[in-house]
């Protein structure tokens, strides 16, 4: 699965002021209402809901929340690169900077499973970490994270 086919151009977003977690999830539900056309509270019910279970923060400012929900018609990512790191409650207790939220259709098992695989892959790159943490337009993120995963990241 190629991040490009999950992640719209539109759907990466540059953040600036953000000083929490909860203003982030519910930034990136709003964005994945407009994407979707699902209700942004049924959205930030997922993320929250999920979050709740254990923080997705994974460590070296990396964070990829994501839930599912009834509705959707297939898994829909959401890119945000943040000016200043917030408190994400991550493994390493890091501030986060750039997180990726994947919603996946309930029942949606192994695509969910194969665009968590893929996200995480490409976020243990460092030269696409350095790269993401250097860019502050959009575009060029969005034409760093659809990169074809083959061949350009470590397994």
């Known amino acids: 699965m190629e991040l490009s086919d999950i992640l719209a151009k539109h759907a990466v977003l540059t953040c600036t002021g953000m000083t929490s977690k909860r203003q982030l999830f519910e930034l990136l539900a709003d964005k994945a209402a407009e994407l979707t056309g699902l209700d942004r509270a049924d959205i930030l019910a997922a993320i929250v809901g999920r979050e709740e279970l254990g923080s997705t923060g994974l460590g070296n400012g ?79 993120l969005y034409a760093i994270l659809s990169q074809p995963l083959e061949g350009n990241y470590a397994a």
Not at 73 to 79: N, P
Not at 108 to 135: C, N, P, Y
């Open 62 to 140: 990396i964070a990829i929340p994501h839930g599912k929900l009834a509705g959707l018609k297939g898994v829909v990512a959401v890119f945000a690169r943040l000016d200043h790191p917030i408190d994400f409650d991550a493994v390493d207790d890091q501030a986060v900077d750039l997180v990726m939220m994947l919603l996946a259709p309930v029942g949606a098992g192994a695509d969910h499973l194969k665009a968590l695989s893929s996200v995480a892959r490409m976020l243990r790159t460092e030269d696409i970490i350095d790269q993401l943490r250097h860019e502050t337009e959009a575009e060029r």
